[in-house]
């Protein structure tokens, strides 16, 4: 190898090196630089995603507790459709539709999130001993949204 580098001449021998020299920084690039760049990146999205999550989860958190504080662990007093509606204002949900039916109570409500209504649902039935006996759902306009088209709720 010695002796074929030295037979070059000092053009070929400038070339070669300057060769050499491009092909080391692009393994360089190549197989550490460009990954570590790209795992930072990574990194970086999963971060973000991450705290916007912890963000949401501490929302929810305090308004579920807010929530849980206004009900009772014994069942509440009042009429069933005063207790929905109250607890319905506490989670910011707005009631389009009430029409009781003997015992139970029907309700409407246009297009709430739907995480919203399974906190609201999770509150009647745990704090206030309300059942649900059906629920009729149709996707809303916008994502994470429900329509609820029919509610019944019941005292036992």
Request: glycine share 4%.
């Amino acid at each position: 190898m010695k002796a074929w580098w030295q037979q070059l001449n000092s053009r070929e021998q400038a070339l070669i090196a300057a060769m050499a020299a491009v092909i080391t920084i692009f393994i360089f690039y190549s197989a550490i630089w460009q990954p570590l760049n790209s795992n930072l990146i990574n990194a970086d999205k999963k971060l973000v995603r991450q705290q916007a999550l912890l963000t949401w989860v501490n929302e929810n958190t305090q308004r579920y507790k807010r929530a849980q504080g206004v009900g009772g662990s014994s069942q509440s007093q009042g009429s069933l459709s005063g207790i929905v509606n109250r607890s319905a204002n506490s989670y910011q949900l707005t009631i389009t539709r009430v029409q009781p039916q003997g015992d139970d109570i029907q309700v409407w409500l246009d297009s709430v999130p739907f995480t919203q209504l399974l906190f609201w649902l999770e509150h009647l039935v745990n704090n206030e001993k309300i059942h649900v006996e059906s629920i009729d759902l149709a996707r809303a306009d916008r994502s994470g949204e429900v329509k609820v088209r029919r509610l019944q709720l019941s005292r036992h």
